[in-house]
């Protein structure tokens, strides 16, 4: 997820362009490593230094971009292993399912133990 100066968006809506980031908005680039813009498209000006982003340490492993985002702002503190069985095999990602629920969370839980334990 990358903060742009006035919206939020996702990485997964994002054009990647050498090493900036494009904003599908407004189609400025953001700098990968330092979140700085390095280009506003229909300005010849100066870019001003408040126009840049918040970077969080990320990496590409087992078909997926992982980020680390820490409350207190710490680098990871450890790193997923690469499946090599997800890079021989070929598994891709085929789509999610969300689903909304109208109940407390611990009967969630506890109805995940119940099940754990009878089944």
């Given at each position: 997820?990358?903060?742009?100066?006035?919206?939020?968006?996702?990485?997964?809506?994002?054009?990647?362009?050498?090493?900036?980031?494009?904003?599908?908005?407004?189609?400025?680039?953001?700098d990968?490593?330092?979140?700085?813009?390095?280009?506003?498209?229909?300005?010849?000006?100066?870019?001003?230094?408040?126009?840049?982003?918040?970077?969080?340490?990320?990496?590409?492993?087992?078909?997926?971009?992982?980020?680390?985002?820490?409350?207190?702002?710490?680098?990871?503190?450890?790193?997923?292993?690469?499946?090599?069985?997800?890079?021989?095999?070929g598994?891709?990602?085929?789509?999610?399912?969300?689903?909304?629920?109208?109940?407390?969370?611990?009967?969630?839980?506890?109805?995940?133990?119940?099940?754990?334990?009878?089944?």
């Open positions: 997820m990358i903060i742009v100066p006035l919206l939020l968006f996702s990485v997964c809506v994002v054009k990647v362009i050498g090493n900036c980031i494009e904003c599908p908005f407004h189609g400025w680039l953001f990968g490593e330092t979140g700085e813009c390095s280009k506003i498209p229909y300005s010849s000006g100066k870019i001003p230094p408040q126009a840049k982003v918040k970077v969080w340490p990320s990496m590409d492993i087992n078909g997926s971009i992982l980020v680390w985002h820490d409350a207190e702002g710490r680098e990871p503190l450890w790193f997923p292993e690469e499946m090599t069985d997800v890079k021989n095999i598994m891709k990602y085929c789509g999610c399912s969300t689903h909304f629920m109208n109940v407390h969370i611990e009967v969630l839980y506890l109805n995940y133990i119940l099940y754990s334990i009878f089944y």
